[in-house]
Every structure is written in C-alpha cells, then in structure tokens.
C-alpha cells in the first residue's frame, strides 16, 4: 500500500493525533519522573508497543516513535542514569523499530520527534544544539519515517534552528512550542514566533504541552491572525495537556506552575466529552492536526476521531466498535440508573465534581 504523505492527508481534512506517552508511561511504572528519558523503549519494549496499539486503535492516523527527551545531554545530566549505558542513537534506532513493528503495513503515519537540548539554555551555541539534533535526524531517516516533528520547544530561536536541519532531510516539517498566549520563554509573543516558524520553513505549526485545550486554542487563534497577517498558511497542529488548568494560562511554565502537578493532577483530568469539544473547536478555528500531549489517554483519542469522523470520510478507529458516543450504548445497562444516562443531553449537562469536599475549583496559590 502507498500511504497518503502528512502534507496530502491535512489538505482533505483533519488528520488525529496520538497521545501522552511519557506521562502515561509513568503511571504505568516504566519512566522515572525527573529525567522523565524514554530508555523504557529498551528496558520494556512491550509496553511502549502495548500504548502505540491503543492510540492506533482508539482512531490515531499517527504514532510518534518514543523519543522525548532522547539527546545524549539531557541523558547525561547530573541524576540522570541512562546516559552511563545507552546513546540517543541507540534509544531511537530502538523507538522506531517498535514503532514500524506496530504500525506494520497499516496506514499509519510514523512521526520522529526531536526535543529541545538542554545544550540551547547552557548557551552552547547553534553548531552544538544542531549536532545534538542530527544524531536523533540521521536515526529518523534511516528507519524513512514518514515525517519530523520538533516538539515541546521553549525558545523560538532554538525551534528555528530544529527547522533549518530537519529542512535538509527533505522530509514534511512539523513544529510546535510548549507556549501559552504570553509567548515563548524568550517573550517573544506567539504570533511573532508563528511568522518565524513559518519562514524558517515549517510546514506544520502550532503549540503542544503545558496548557489545556482552552488555552492551547487562544495561542493557536493569535499564531493564526498573525500568519494571516503576513500571508502565511502553515498548517496548523495543536496537541493539548488532558488537564483542565485555567489559572495558568498566562505563566510561561503553564501546568508546571500547579501544586500538584505532577503527581496529583487526577482531579483536573479533561472527560471523552471535554475532547469532542476541544476537537470540533480546532477544527472550526482551522486546526488540521489535532492530538493530545501528557495526560491525554487512548479515549481521549478515540475522542476525536469520533468527534471528526465524518469530516474524514467516515473514519473510525477498531476501538469505536467497543463505543457508541455520547453514552449511546447504556440503553442496554442492566442498570437503570445507567439507561438514564444514555443520551447526549445527559452527557452535555453533566457538571463532573471532584469528589473531594473542601478542595478548591481552582488553585489559589501557584508556584513561586
Ligand atoms: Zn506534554
């Protein structure tokens, strides 16, 4: 089968995303919090295997191989133990490989991502920063992926130098910043960084990580009107945290900012219904690429591409066959009390508490 390329599939329509791997992976007892390094896709491949099955599954047309936070200098940061027993070369050439195993002659995308280097905010320089980048490219090209994406990044200026190298393999360019409506972590406002991603070449922009969908979409609108601006027409992708989390929408280090992240954030975790709102919203502010970053589960995914599927010709993901949206499928609960749910004006007015008396809707002290 010749599979549709990124660039094709997001001109007819709305191309689904997949989820939280690092997050996910925590809860799931392979990643350590702190380094937060994927050596999981060696130590236990299966498990990484077992969640690119889910997202496929649940109706994602894309898996990113699992290399967050992969570059040889964030594994050989002080406390940071994978470093002394495997190379970024090694943690990709393994993530890919599972990743092509999963996705086998399916038509799944596979996306290989970089992550900013701890070399950019030590100052290191472009030569440094760009050689960190290549060693995790050359792995990527070797294996064909089927696209790049640079993802999480903080600083405009170091997005701009992934760009100019993941340009040079030819291959569909994707970029996205860990940035809210004030702007990168330079100050640089979003619409600004918007144009200079797209100049750098980009042909996907948009936002991933630290805000919820919320706020991930105020920044994506401002990236818009600014590209629109200049006459520019990037795609534009958007990839949330599955947390509600309002009070930091305009912190720099977003979610980060909250008490509780990032061990405690359960209570704030967004519904299947939360994500059919957050999809169609992209959609309708003319996101083409939408998916999920930490906290975002194999149903949130499914989420979407049930909320978009006529927009794709009917797609499903298999997992839709165990579903019916908007509780449909509790007309035949043994359960009364369930039968009486089945409907979406149910599902629409439900006001989903906490559960715990005496906490806060929303937290009154942010980190300092
Ligand atoms: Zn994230």
């Known amino acids: 089968m010749v599979k549709k390329g990124l660039l094709e599939r997001l001109t007819e329509g709305p191309v689904v995303g997949d989820g939280s791997y690092v997050f ?17 896709v060696v130590e236990h491949p299966d498990a990484v295997k077992q969640l690119h099955r889910e997202y496929i599954r649940a109706g994602a047309d894309v898996v990113q191989a699992f290399t967050f ?8 940061l002080p406390g ?17 490989t599972i990743a092509k195993e999963v996705v086998g002659v399916s038509d799944v995308l596979i996306c290989g991502a970089l992550s900013p280097t701890p070399s ?23 294996h064909d992926v089927d696209f790049l994406l640079a993802e999480f990044i903080g600083y405009i200026e170091e997005a701009e130098w992934a760009i100019e190298l993941l340009k040079s393999t030819g291959k569909p360019v994707a970029c996205t910043l860990r940035t809210g409506p004030v702007g990168d972590n330079s100050g640089v406002p979003p619409g600004e960084c918007a144009v200079r991603m797209a100049k750098a070449g980009a042909d996907v922009i948009g936002v991933n990580c630290k805000f919820d ?5 105020k920044t994506v609108a401002l990236m818009k009107a600014a590209l629109e601006r200049e006459g520019l027409s990037p795609f534009l992708m958007v990839q949330p945290v599955g947390f509600h989390c309002p009070e930091v929408e305009m912190e720099h280090e977003g979610y980060g900012m909250l008490p509780e992240n990032p061990f405690a954030l359960e ?22 690429y939408i998916g999920g970053c930490c906290g975002f589960e194999p149903h949130h995914i499914r989420a979407i591409s049930e909320e978009l599927s006529a927009e794709r010709g009917g797609k499903l993901g298999e997992g839709s066959r165990k579903h019916v949206p908007w509780g449909g499928a509790l007309t035949s609960s043994v359960l009364g009390t369930n039968r009486a749910k089945a ?6 007015r439900v006001q989903p508490a906490s559960g715990r008396p005496g ?3 929303l937290q009154n002290k942010l980190m300092d």
């Not at 392979?30 to 999981?40: H, I, K, L, Q």
């Not at 975790?269 to 919203?281: G, I, S």
């Open 24 to 40: 996910t992976l925590e809860k799931r007892t392979y990643v350590m919090a702190g380094p937060w390094t994927p050596e999981v």
């Open 69 to 76: 936070y992969s570059t040889d200098d964030k594994l050989n």
């Open 120 to 142: 950019y905010t030590e100052g290191r320089g472009k030569e440094t920063v760009q050689r960190e980048f290549r060693k995790q490219v050359e792995v990527f090209v070797e």
């Open 343 to 348: 409907s979406r004006e149910h599902w629409e």
């Open 359 to 361: 906490h806060p809707n």
């Open 213 to 217: 969908p919320t706020t991930c979409l």
């Open 267 to 288: 209570p704030r975790q967004l519904t299947r219904f939360d994500v059919h709102k957050f999809a169609r919203a992209a959609y309708e502010l003319g996101v083409r």
């Open 80 to 96: 940071h133990e994978a470093g002394a027993t495997i190379t970024c070369k090694e943690l990709n050439h393994m993530a890919c």
